[in-house]
């Protein structure tokens, strides 16, 4: 048996002449030694708690979602209640207001200046009743629904109104010249009105646009 004064045989070296003949087999690796126990995880102690053995979180920022008071999801829109007298006018304010531009184009001045007033009418009625509603109750104030009709029939009444009025007050500072138009007895006459009694183009085009 070769190898060195230790007696371990050398596995590299020959065998002995007079051994006998052995199968081959594959050479195993050496045995690894088995894995040290690990120790379970100690629980945190009461000082490894503390905010600087946490990790830090950055501020938000200014116009991030979650500064001052963090995001709030979006509350769903109000329906309409028609068992509210406040939300009804506000509807009503809004049917006339575009009652009376219709009116207005249509040259129904009268008409138009009615459904007008109404719509202003509504809709002040309504934004105050909601007004006195919402400083009523304690605590925040609660959504006005009523308001964008409110205040779409605020300005389409007020609309009407001022052009109605407008119209009414042109007839009477040229009322010479509608006095004429409207007593000619011949077409004729309708057209001399304009050299006797001066009027603007748009207000000839409006009464007699054949004299243009």
């Known amino acids: 048996m070769s190898g060195d004064s230790t007696g371990e045989r050398n596995p590299f070296a020959p065998p002995p002449a007079d051994a006998p003949d052995q199968p081959w ?32 979180v950055p ?12 995001w709030t999801p979006p509350q769903p829109a109000p329906k309409f209640d028609p ?24 040259g129904i001045f009268y008409v138009a200046l009615l459904l007008g007033a109404l719509a202003v009418y509504w809709a002040i009625s309504s934004l105050r009743a909601g007004r006195t509603a919402a400083v009523a109750p304690a ?40 006095v004429c138009v409207q007593d000619a007895p011949t077409i004729e006459a309708t057209h001399s ?3 006797s009694d001066p009027a603007p183009t748009w207000l000839v085009a409006v009464l007699d646009p054949d004299a243009l």
Do not use: K, M
């Open 25 to 56: 087999q594959p050479r195993l690796p050496a045995a690894a030694p088995p894995p040290a126990p690990q120790s379970p995880p100690s629980p945190p102690t009461q000082e490894g708690d503390g905010p600087e053995d946490q990790p830090q």
């Open 193 to 195: 009105c304009r050299t």
């Open 139 to 178: 605590g925040p104030q609660p959504n006005q629904p009523q308001a964008p009709a409110a205040l779409s029939g605020l300005f389409t009444g007020a609309v009407a109104v001022l052009f109605t009025l407008g119209w009414f007050g042109t007839l009477i500072y040229y009322n010479d010249y509608v």
């Open 83 to 106: 068992n509210d007298p406040t939300q009804r006018r506000a509807r009503y304010a809004l049917s006339a207001g575009l009652g009376g531009l219709f009116c207005l184009l249509l």
């Open 59 to 70: 501020p938000p920022h200014p116009w991030s979602p979650g500064y001052r008071g963090g």
